[in-house]
């Protein structure tokens, strides 16, 4: 492992990072808030303006020290695996200058939830009030446009940005993307990266102008696309998106079911290839999903006195909001019947597509471990039978189902022994189960004394930790932080660095 490759690497990120300070000290300068010698300086605009100081100095400090340059694979992991950590401890500055957050565990917490666009909140807020009465507009704003950009990835916008990043860009790409493969757009992985963030842009801004036109202001619609597009949850509301109308509930339901799609399959209906969206197995499967368990729930949660399109608008929201892991809420879904509850806590598992800005397992995954276990059930009793695993009609090699495999295991193992630890430290099973499945899985908002409603503030700091640690583990997809701690690759690696000496 050649580190000052890494501390390079990790300063260009953090260089790049930087510049999206600049929107929320326009936000700031825009309200003019807080200021420090009254009529003068806006406090927080003074402060995002230390800030993107300070972020571009420490990222030309670790490109001086280190040596940006190409990489190799163990390092590409170690470059995306630590600069998300970086990042996650720089976004966190705002929220404790700006005095909105108190104490380092707790605006830790919020920013990691933010960039790993989870969505759980230690943010308490009374009852009857607004966020928008209690906190300034421009930390808040951050606290969105943290999520959206971790949405595609900080990685991504890197790739597609800087042109040092054209050799080991597939590596990066590969280490952060989610879902078991990375699907190359264009024969450039630079141009792949670019064309991910114009579809994802694209989606951003066509909801930004619907949810404007039909009643949000713009800050507002800006906020709840930031959180919509990155599957991330956070809103600007108390009562989340449950505060606003019917309508605005149903864009924001459609919005949600795009983010849940893989964005290939989303860029070729562009190109006119909308077939190929339809005939793709993971699409099909995901959209079974979302429809099943939307019919099922508005059969659970029917009223006669409320009718059948208000089960089937909760229903179909708050099924989108949890299958694509982004944790919006318009009513208190843990009121609901059991069956209605345990159907939230699967999906929370299943989560989006691979190549989606939703966590989870992934849907092409649950239907591979699915292909896996019935070709065991054909072959009991007849070992010698070859039975090739196809998905749409090509078969999956061996070593990519060992790896599913072994991420489908590793991704319950680390769901038991979170569970098993958070309960320790004083949470209810329901409360601690949840909690763990909904920061594995970035989803936000659990069940029990985690619920839509409520928030994670009552949890230990030592709790806190543990899930921000899972957060960032489930968005990189577990193997990629995973690797860093084999003391195995660095032999290796200082190994094939002492031959290539020699």
């Keep these: 492992m050649r580190w000052r490759v890494v501390m390079g690497n990790i300063g260009t990120v953090v260089k790049f990072f930087s510049f999206a300070m600049f929107i929320p000290l326009l936000v700031s300068l825009l309200y003019w808030e807080e200021p420090l010698i009254k009529g003068f300086y806006p406090m927080n605009a003074l402060i995002f303006l230390f800030l993107i ?9 670790l490109e001086r020290v280190g040596m940006p340059s190409d990489f190799s694979d163990t390092e590409a992991l170690a470059i995306v ?4 950590l970086v990042i996650a401890l720089i976004s966190t500055l705002p929220f404790i200058l700006s005095g909105m957050i108190p ?13 790993t666009t989870t969505g759980a909140t230690i943010l308490e807020i009374p009852a009857g009030t ?6 300034p507009h421009s930390i808040m704003l951050w606290r969105a446009l943290i999520q959206w950009l971790g949405g595609m990835g900080v990685i991504v916008l890197s790739v597609a940005i800087l042109a040092r990043f054209t050799q080991g860009g597939i590596k990066l790409l590969q280490a952060e993307s989610p879902g078991p493969t990375l699907t190359k757009l264009k024969p450039k992985i630079t141009h792949t990266a670019k064309v991910m963030w114009l579809v994802y842009c694209g989606f951003s801004l066509a909801e930004f102008v619907i949810l404007y036109i039909c009643g949000m202001n713009a800050y507002e619609a800006l906020y709840h696309t930031f959180t919509t597009m990155a599957s991330g949850g956070f809103s600007s509301r108390v009562g989340s998106v449950g505060e606003f109308s019917a309508v605005i509930q149903w864009i924001i339901t459609f919005f949600m079911i795009v983010t849940g799609v893989n964005f290939a399959l989303l860029y070729y209906s562009f190109r006119g290839r909308v077939k190929d969206m339809l005939r793709d197995a993971e699409f099909r499967m995901y959209m079974s999903v979302f429809l099943i368990s939307a019919a099922v729930i508005s059969i659970c949660i029917y009223d006669a006195q409320k009718g059948i399109l208000d089960a089937g608008r909760h229903s179909a929201f708050q099924t989108a909001s949890i299958l694509s892991t982004t944790g919006y809420a318009t009513v208190n879904f843990d009121t609901w019947p059991d069956l209605a ?3 939230l806590l699967l999906l929370m598992f299943i989560g989006g597509s691979a190549g989606s800005t939703g966590g989870g397992i992934k849907n092409i995954r649950i239907l591979i471990v699915l292909k896996i276990l019935w070709r065991k059930f054909k072959k009991l009793g007849r070992d010698r039978m070859v039975i090739p695993i196809k998905v749409a009609g090509t078969p999956v090699p061996e070593s990519l189902l060992d790896n599913i495999t072994t991420f489908f295991l590793l991704y319950l193992l680390l769901f038991v022994v979170g569970t098993g630890v958070i309960v320790s430290m004083g949470l209810d099973l329901v409360s601690g189960a949840s909690a763990v499945a909904a920061s594995l899985g970035n989803v936000g908002p659990g069940l029990g004394s985690v619920g839509p409603v409520k928030n994670y503030a009552f949890i230990s700091s030592g709790g806190k930790i543990l899930l921000a640690v899972l957060m960032w583990v489930g968005r990189l997809e577990i193997f990629t932080v995973l690797a860093i701690f084999n003391p195995g690759i660095y032999k290796r690696e200082n190994n094939i660095s002492m031959r290539r000496q020699i």
């Design 53 to 61: 100081l300070f972020s571009v100095t420490i990222g030309l400090l």
């Design 81 to 84: 695996s630590l600069s998300w």
């Design 103 to 115: 104490g380092f565990t707790n605006a830790f917490f919020e920013s990691m939830s933010g960039l």
């Design 130 to 135: 607004d966020y928008l009465d209690n906190y």
């Design 341 to 343: 509850r345990l159907i």
